[in-house]
T-cell receptor, first 118, second 113 residues
Framework: AQTVTQSQPEMSVQEAETVTLSCTYDTSESDYYLFWYKQPPSRQMILVIR??????QNATENRFSVNFQKAAKSFSLKISDSQLGDAAMYFC???????????????FGTGTRLTIIP | KAGVTQTPRYLIKTRGQQVTLSCSPI?????VSWYQQTPGQGLQFLFEYFSETQRNKGNFPGRFSGRQFSNSRSEMNVSTLELGDSALYLCASSLEAGSETQYFGPGTRLLVL
């Protein structure tokens, strides 16, 4: 079974600075998907960024980018120019490949609570 | 395009009762998954439905059940509620079964007294 580990329960960053959230995972599969979701106080789970394991290029979405190290099974999220609205719980998630029929559920890490300091 | 909607948003029940939660996926999405979120256990997968069929089930007791209708809307039911069932229940939809990206609804917060 796959596992996802987020070793930083809490992080804080000054507004406009850059912060990196860590995520490691364990899997025997060679093809899979990784995600970062954001959960603000409203509890709505919002997709931040997605990475396909077969792609070597790191995904980016505006101020959000990932550092995907497949061999190390590491998937960190970098938030640049942090804004007050970035304050939330951030979850790293793993999903099996489409070929693994019936097992495509999301496996989540325990989350990192990010605080933005004005 | 409207997002995933869940009703009700908040619910208070007592032990032994049963509850039904509803989820309407994004228009055109045919797969619906359910997750339970608690402070102690984090986010755990309950089940996934596609074309009115359960494709995948998490490690939850039989008191937790679900179904999907022909319009892709889904319901989950919890019978004989226990205090430990208090949680945020999240529904997520995706385009097809096994589609890589799931989009979440706002959740239903269930409190069991």
């Amino acid at each position: 079974a796959q596992t996802v580990t987020q070793s930083q329960p809490e992080m804080s960053v000054q507004e406009a600075e850059t912060v990196t959230l860590s995520c490691t995972y364990d899997t025997s599969e060679s093809d899979y998907y990784l995600f970062w979701y954001k959960q603000p106080p409203s509890r709505q789970m919002i997709l931040v960024i997605r990475q396909e394991a077969y792609k070597q290029q790191n995904a980016t979405e505006n101020r959000f980018s990932v550092n995907f190290q497949k061999a190390a099974k590491s998937f960190s999220l970098k938030i640049s120019d942090s804004q007050l609205g970035d304050a939330a719980m951030y979850f790293c998630a793993y999903r099996s490949p489409l070929s693994n029929f019936g097992n495509e559920k999301l496996t989540f890490g325990t989350g990192t609570r990010l605080t933005i300091i004005p | 395009k409207a997002g995933v909607t869940q009703t009700p948003r908040y619910l208070i029940k007592t032990r032994g009762q049963q509850v039904t939660l509803s989820c309407s996926p994004i228009s055109g999405h045919r797969s619906v998954s359910w997750y339970q979120q608690t402070p102690g256990q984090g986010l755990q997968f309950l089940f996934e439905y596609f074309s009115e069929t359960q494709r995948n089930k998490g490690n939850f007791p039989g008191r937790f059940s679900g179904r999907q209708f022909s319009n892709s809307r889904s319901e989950m039911n919890v019978s004989t509620l226990e205090l430990g069932d208090s949680a945020l229940y999240l529904c997520a939809s995706s385009l097809e079964a096994g589609s890589e990206t799931q989009y979440f609804g706002p959740g239903t917060r269930l409190l069991v007294l």
